[in-house]
């Protein structure tokens, strides 16, 4: 039985099944405050394309032939640690297998009773507190200003939305399907959706669905997008960088828009962030989430995909767009 | 007698002679705490560029068959006004006109004893404000830390590299000569200079000078010099773009290297400015400015141009790059 998943090969351009490896590996039984958990969800995620990468950047990557980690909620089979029992929930940062034996200093309890198991992995987990930190850290979103999102239905960007709408802003997001901007409006509560896939001039799409103009940009995706966005924008502009996943798979960064003449014409403002800057303000986000979500303020969307050994599948279908919302695997 | 120049066209691309146009325009006399004055020092500076273009930008756009306008330093010849005497100078944003009535509450006295009277329009004016601003506000240095200025032999640029080595920075400059470079290091006291026209990879020079990457950069000129930079960035690098003189006379943004990927695995800022943003420190700036002055931490450079006539050639010159430090015209 195959019950682990390593890095085979450093992906050149898109990633491939073939970059994985599945392989067995003994779990080992617990001691010493270790305890023996199982994998019931795994987040799959954008940002884990740059860690299979050897590249520079604000994680290492990961080594090859060890496993890829991300965001794991597990069930807790037997215990040597006084605070956490058997059949507790526990969520982190952990290899992608079905059962192994972890020091559990770094994971969290979770309550299946207060939210599904799964949003501990979404919005109720590292991003719902991207998409708040992200927002409101750099964002700094003002009643009555204009949002802009871009790979809005997607994990992030559909609670981004969401969020813009709490504060009063008028939001608009970007996608890439007809389905996904109609779920933009009518489930996430967005003014405008546009369908980047059928539009020939992304600068007009969004001067036509943002007639003051661009004041925050959430921005998940770079590329053609990013361009229309940027020659929208109204002075001192927000544009908080998320992520780049029109580029990830690119085997040379792209040339695009210079930004330059923008930003200083308009003294705006472009920060790239990761949300484990904000980490002192973790407690707080979580609390706001969580009273949203409570009062129906909030809604979320999951990708469900079945089955250990579809993770590497369903990772490769989040650069396919095939999500909406977030993209869990149910082992 | 020719008095005053107007803006004749909108330039494509790069300004011309031909743009401007002398004419002569009734002084008048003072009343009502009017001045009459008489220009002496006029500044030229690459922001004007934009002002000559009727796109949307941070300040409106000049008018077609009006006087541009810019830093003048002037003396007054009459007065009405109880605060202004004859004999005194001032300084302000006002016509390029030989002689002009004005009502000048918009004007600061300057003393010609404390320091030559062209410095006002430079080190001790909005040059010096917007290099010191710029750079302390975005740019947030740290000593220790890496600086990298562009346009560094520039009036802005050769003043933002001497406050970072006051700032106990390892500062590293991009200029378009070899005097210039030479300058950079033996008048301002940068650590390295770089001559990007002799420079085959700007992404290896600046490796090369800034063995512990990039911390800051202040950025006057965009394109493939900031391209160069961006690639050599530090986790939570701060850029500050003052200008973009590489793509003011393009006639369209021209494409650039992508930099979201860059801000977003370095958790990096890029914000452009105008200095007028930063009104409220301008008086504990201009002290400190006053100072580092008069310790002679600071030096400057000044490339004088004689005539009122040779403004416009002086400004056109300004984008061959012909200036050293801060370009003035002596009227």
Same mark, same amino acid.
């Given at each position: 039985?195959?019950?682990?998943?390593?890095?085979?090969?450093?992906?050149?351009?898109?990633?491939?099944?073939?970059?994985?490896?599945?392989?067995?590996?003994?779990?080992?039984?617990?001691?010493?405050?270790?305890?023996?958990?199982?994998?019931?969800? %795994?987040?799959?995620?954008?940002?884990?394309?740059?860690?299979?990468?050897?590249?520079?950047?604000?994680?290492?990557?990961?080594?090859?032939?060890?496993?890829?980690?991300?965001?794991?909620?597990?069930?807790?089979?037997?215990?040597?640690?006084?605070?956490?029992?058997?059949?507790?929930? %526990?969520?982190?940062?952990?290899?992608?297998?079905?059962?192994?034996?972890?020091?559990?200093?770094?994971?969290?309890?979770?309550?299946?009773?207060?939210?599904?198991?799964?949003? &501990?992995?979404? #919005?109720?987990?590292?991003?719902?507190?991207?998409? &708040?930190?992200?927002?409101?850290?750099?964002?700094?979103?003002?009643?009555?200003?204009?949002?802009?999102?871009?790979?809005?239905?997607?994990?992030?960007?559909?609670?981004?939305?969401?969020?813009?709408?709490?504060?009063?802003?008028?939001?608009?997001?970007?996608?890439?399907?007809?389905?996904? %901007?109609?779920?933009?409006?009518?489930?996430?509560?967005?003014?405008?959706?546009?369908? /980047?896939?059928?539009?020939?001039?992304?600068?007009?799409? #969004?001067?036509?669905?943002?007639?003051?103009?661009?004041? !925050? &940009?959430?921005?998940?995706?770079?590329?053609?997008?990013?361009?229309?966005?940027?020659?929208?924008?109204?002075?001192?502009?927000?544009?908080?960088?998320?992520?780049?996943?029109? %580029? /990830?798979?690119?085997?040379? #960064?792209?040339?695009?828009?210079?930004?330059?003449?923008?930003?200083?014409?308009?003294?705006?403002?472009?920060?790239?962030? #990761? !949300?484990?800057?904000?980490?002192?303000?973790?407690?707080?986000?979580?609390?706001?989430?969580?009273?949203?979500?409570?009062?129906?303020?909030?809604? &979320?969307?999951?990708?469900? !995909?079945?089955?250990?050994?579809?993770?590497?599948?369903?990772?490769?279908?989040?650069?396919?767009?095939?999500?909406?919302?977030?993209?869990?695997?149910?082992?």
């Amino acid at each position: 039985m195959k019950n682990t998943i390593l890095l085979n090969s450093r992906p050149e351009g898109k990633p491939q099944e073939s970059d994985f490896k599945f392989v067995n590996q003994e779990v080992g039984t617990p001691s010493n405050n270790e305890i023996l958990i199982e994998s019931k969800y %795994v987040s799959v995620d954008p940002y884990l394309r740059g860690r299979m990468s050897d590249a520079k950047s604000y994680v290492p990557p990961f080594k090859l032939n060890e496993p890829i980690t991300s965001g794991i909620v597990a069930e807790v089979l037997q215990s040597e640690n006084s605070y956490f029992k058997k059949g507790d929930f %526990v969520t982190g940062n952990l290899p992608w297998k079905k059962q192994q034996v972890v020091n559990p200093e770094n994971l969290q309890k979770v309550d299946p009773e207060k939210a599904p198991l799964s949003t &501990y992995l979404g #919005i109720l987990g590292l991003t719902g507190l991207t998409a &708040y930190l992200g927002l409101t850290e750099i964002g700094k979103p003002k009643k009555g200003e204009t949002l802009v999102v871009s790979g809005a239905a997607g994990a992030v960007g559909s609670v981004v939305g969401q969020i813009g709408k709490i504060l009063g802003l008028h939001v608009v997001g970007v996608a890439g399907s007809d389905e996904k %901007v109609e779920m933009l409006t009518s489930k996430f509560g967005f003014d405008k959706g546009i369908n /980047y896939k059928t539009t020939d001039n992304m600068a007009k799409a #969004i001067a036509d669905a943002c007639p003051n103009g661009v004041d !925050v &940009y959430f921005d998940n995706v770079g590329g053609e997008i990013s361009d229309g966005v940027l020659v929208n924008i109204n002075k001192f502009a927000r544009i908080a960088i998320c992520g780049a996943i029109a %580029v /990830y798979n690119k085997t040379s #960064i792209p040339k695009a828009l210079a930004v330059q003449p923008f930003l200083v014409k308009n003294s705006a403002l472009m920060q790239g962030f #990761i !949300v484990s800057n904000y980490q002192d303000k973790f407690g707080e986000a979580s609390k706001q989430l969580a009273q949203w979500l409570q009062e129906d303020k909030l809604v &979320y969307e999951e990708t469900m !995909v079945k089955g250990f050994e579809n993770i590497p599948q369903a990772f490769l279908d989040l650069f396919e767009g095939k999500n909406k919302g977030k993209m869990v695997v149910q082992v």
